[in-house]
């Protein structure tokens, strides 16, 4: 078990924490949560590529990923479930790197099978429930993973998404661990949600060769209680989903994170939280204020932009990384011209990964007092990041008082950088 985390607390001048106070009984609505930033927000400048390219295996030691360079490093991912569906069915999905390179992401999160509850038919695929049948499926991995390899990305490979037998699943998995072995680019997640799935992975995984891919089971310890933590099984990271998806819980819990890895000593990833979805999607319908759900029941999305960027910032500083989960990425596929709630959130979230040093998951947990519970930040030597949940009104200013001062202001008013005044 790690060690506990010790929290310090900034306090805000009175200002401040009345116009929070008003904030908290004023919900933006959806076309207020997807405005762009006020003008004196500036964002930063980006070019056709906000990041780098990834290259290089990385190492874990303790909580961290490490890149190549020895550098902390982040994982800012997309959901991108069907993505290798479409290459084995010949589809060019050169506009979803694109997107996805331009947004600043650098993980996919993908499925190697979907069950027929799925509906992938509904997004155009009818033959991936069991795609390692296939006799060029060996060939097809290798060179899908060498093509995201020469985009500069790397992808989270989830084997297992629904129960078969035994030997079954352990032969499909040992096979994509072969496959993934020569590529520096690829995670294993062995099961998708398998408590909900009934998947043993820790059976399924008894005599795999894991061939020093990183990995991890898929378990997730937020559907145990704290207590029964210990009892959950962990590989060399660790997966959260989020289980509440509502827009008051969906905007923070990404925070656990934090716990677990203190819990378990290994890094951990808010791997699919509440999903973006634009709306007049044909399978969702709207079902309460901002939230829509799957006319079949079964999946929650959400048009609130503001759930998704605090739910990243807060995983950012305190956490592995966070994967963007939304229904064009469920599909495989990236957001239209006319889907902008989507994109906009994409966009937003670039925007916050660039405001975010990949270190704060380094730093030291801080509770800015500003007279709400729902204020979080980190504090590393002389300077502090600061995320304020619920959304404050958009004319909010944060304005700290005692050894801080606002030093920079984030992509949106919510997000914002103090400085020490000592």
């Known amino acids: 078990m790690g060690a506990c985390h010790f929290v310090t607390r900034i306090r805000f001048s009175v200002v401040a924490v009345l116009a929070l106070l008003a904030a908290c009984s004023s919900a933006p609505t959806p076309e207020a949560s997807r405005q762009p930033p006020p003008p004196q927000q500036a964002a930063a400048?980006?070019?056709?590529?906000?990041?780098?390219?990834?290259?290089?295996?990385?190492?874990?030691?303790?909580?961290?990923?490490?890149?190549?360079?020895?550098?902390?490093?982040?994982?800012?991912?997309?959901?991108?479930?069907?993505?290798?569906?479409?290459?084995?069915?010949?589809?060019?999905?050169?506009?979803?790197?694109?997107?996805?390179?331009?947004r600043g992401f650098n993980v996919l999160r993908l499925f190697g099978e979907v069950p027929g509850g799925f509906h992938p038919e509904d997004y155009g695929i009818t033959n991936?429930?069991?795609?390692?049948?296939?006799?060029?499926?060996?060939?097809?991995?290798?060179?899908?993973?060498?093509?995201?390899?020469?985009?500069?990305?790397?992808?989270?490979?989830?084997?297992?998404?629904y129960a078969d037998a035994t030997e079954i699943m352990r032969a499909h998995v040992q096979r994509v661990f072969d496959?993934?072995?020569?590529?520096?680019?690829?995670?294993?997640?062995?099961?998708?949600?398998?408590?909900?799935?009934?998947?043993?992975?820790?059976?399924?995984?008894?005599?795999?060769?894991?061939?020093?891919?990183?990995?991890?089971?898929?378990?997730?310890?937020?559907r145990a209680s704290r207590g029964a933590w210990n009892a959950v099984r962990v590989l060399d990271y660790g997966t959260t989903h989020d289980l509440q998806r509502d827009i008051e819980h969906s905007a923070y819990?990404?925070?656990?994170?934090?716990?677990?890895?203190?819990?378990?000593?290994?890094?951990?990833?808010?791997?699919?939280?509440i999903g973006a979805i634009d709306p007049g999607h044909p399978h969702f319908a709207q079902s309460r204020g901002?939230?829509?759900?799957?006319?079949?029941?079964?999946?929650?999305?959400?048009?609130?932009?503001?759930?998704?960027?605090?739910?990243?910032?807060?995983?950012?500083?305190?956490?592995?990384?966070?994967?963007?989960?939304?229904?064009?990425?469920?599909?495989?596929?990236?957001?239209?011209?006319?889907?902008?709630?989507?994109?906009?959130?994409?966009?937003?979230?670039?925007?916050?990964?660039?405001?975010l040093p990949n270190d704060t998951q380094l730093g030291m947990p801080i509770e800015p007092a500003v007279g709400a519970d729902r204020a979080y930040g980190v504090a590393q030597g002389d300077r502090a990041w600061v995320v304020v949940v619920p959304t404050p009104l958009p004319a909010w200013v944060p304005a700290p008082v005692g050894p801080w001062r606002l030093d920079a202001a984030g992509p949106t008013p919510y997000i914002f950088r103090l400085a020490s005044t000592k």
């Open 45 to 102: 400048p980006v070019s056709r590529r906000p990041f780098p390219p990834e290259a290089g295996r990385l190492r874990i030691e303790g909580r961290v990923f490490f890149d190549a360079d020895n550098k902390v490093w982040r994982w800012r991912g997309a959901s991108q479930f069907l993505l290798f569906a479409r290459y084995l069915n010949g589809e060019d999905i050169s506009p979803q790197l694109d997107w996805l390179v331009d």
């Open 253 to 273: 819990n990404t925070k656990d994170a934090m716990d677990m890895q203190s819990a378990f000593g290994v890094p951990f990833v808010n791997d699919e939280p």
């Open 290 to 355: 901002e939230i829509w759900g799957h006319i079949g029941g079964g999946g929650v999305r959400t048009v609130n932009r503001d759930v998704f960027i605090s739910a990243a910032a807060i995983a950012y500083l305190y956490s592995a990384g966070y994967t963007y989960h939304f229904q064009d990425g469920l599909e495989g596929r990236v957001p239209k011209p006319t889907e902008v709630v989507q994109d906009g959130v994409g966009t937003a979230l670039r925007d916050v990964a660039i405001f």
């Open 128 to 161: 991936y429930e069991r795609p390692f049948e296939r006799p060029d499926f060996d060939a097809r991995l290798h060179a899908f993973f060498e093509l995201l390899a020469g985009r500069g990305l790397r992808c989270e490979y989830t084997v297992l998404t």
């Open 179 to 222: 496959i993934a072995a020569s590529h520096w680019n690829v995670f294993v997640e062995v099961a998708n949600e398998p408590e909900n799935n009934q998947i043993d992975p820790v059976t399924v995984m008894q005599g795999v060769n894991r061939r020093g891919v990183l990995s991890a089971y898929g378990l997730d310890p937020a």
